[in-house]
């Protein structure tokens, strides 16, 4: 999990440079997060791709989301989102309800395999970033333990005006 350590802003640099240099140790810091992200699905069995990971932990947190609406978050297809929750439901993580009220409508609800999938992930996850954890100082994790619910509440823009791919990946 080394990362490559910006030197640290000063104080006589332009709040330009300050700023572009903190971007960078937050990406660099990012690109050490998803490997572990990565590090750990790749631990759990089923080995699954990280797009249907990331479907299995939306539906997980959004339970009332439908097939429609897990494509728009995931900004794939229809068809797509479809052959990622068969493969989802082939592997027991994943189950599609349909809907007494209008059988159009398809609820997606993760499974008690799928919540013990994504709790080993989750474990995974913990065990190496307890291990990044403990090289640093007391005073470095209580501003870490400061900064992360700022950062999780931040509005992230991800619409950069770029296109994005939204070809099959599941």
């Not at 989102?81 to 493969?87: F, G, W």
């Not at 993760?110 to 090289?135: I, K, P, Q």
Request: aromatic share 2%; charged share 30%; with cysteine.
């Amino acid at each position: 999990m080394g990362c490559e350590q910006a030197p640290h802003a000063r104080e006589d640099q332009a709040p330009q440079a300050t700023e572009h240099l903190v971007v960078r140790q937050m990406v660099d810091a990012v690109e050490n997060l998803v490997m572990v992200w990565f590090a750990a699905i790749e631990d759990v069995t089923p080995r699954l791709p990280a797009r249907q990971v990331r479907a299995l932990r939306i539906v997980r947190r959004r339970p009332e989301l439908n097939l429609t609406a897990l494509a728009e978050h995931l900004e794939i297809g229809l068809p797509t989102a479809s052959r990622l929750c068969d493969r989802l439901e082939a592997a027991g993580l994943l189950q599609r309800n349909v809907q007494p009220g209008d059988r159009r409508e398809v609820q997606l609800v993760v499974t008690a395999h799928g919540r013990r999938f994504l709790a080993e992930v989750t474990d995974r996850m913990s065990v190496y970033l307890t291990s990044a954890l403990d090289v640093l100082s007391a005073g470095q994790r209580k501003a870490l333990e400061e900064i992360l619910p700022a950062f999780q509440e931040a509005p992230i823009r991800a619409d950069t005006g770029t296109e994005r791919d939204t070809r099959a990946e599941d």
